[in-house]
């Protein structure tokens, strides 16, 4: 059931996120200065969610970054992965709004093959979820 909830501030959501971009700016430049290798992609997609907890907000667009380094000599890379999702409905003066952020940090295993464009991996780690809907 959906519960009239204030939504976060921007001070909210700027104490969860700055944590893993100061992590991730920090490292770039030791990455930077030796034998370090990495990879930064973009993700879109869309989330399809349980339509009896998030009603007319269980499709969202998901947008996020997912940022992994490594010494070359290692076998997998430090992973930090953020990715945020939401929706919007209005049903005459009924609007409700819904988002969901999550932020992962853990190990990624990038397979190189011989063809360079695809690269699949597999990883493992620790996941912050922030989900909220409401009016």
């Known amino acids: 059931m959906i519960q009239s909830m204030p939504f976060p501030t ?17 490292v770039l430049p030791v990455a930077h200065a030796g034998d370090w290798t990495g990879n930064v992609s973009g993700y879109v997609g869309r989330k399809f969610m349980d339509d009896s907890d998030w009603p007319n907000l269980d499709q969202q667009l998901v947008i996020g970054v997912l940022f992994d380094i490594r010494k070359r000599e290692w076998p997998v890379s430090i992973a930090v992965d ?40 597999v990883g493992g780690g620790a996941c912050l979820d922030i989900c909220q809907a409401g009016r």
């Open 82 to 121: 953020i990715l945020g999702s939401g929706d919007g409905n209005e049903s005459g003066s009924r609007k409700l709004k819904g988002y969901t952020l999550e932020e992962y940090i853990g190990v990624r295993k990038i397979f190189e093959l011989q063809n360079p464009s695809i690269r699949p991996y």
């Open 10 to 26: 921007v001070r909210g959501v700027t104490r969860i996120i700055c944590p893993f971009l100061s992590l991730l700016f920090l």
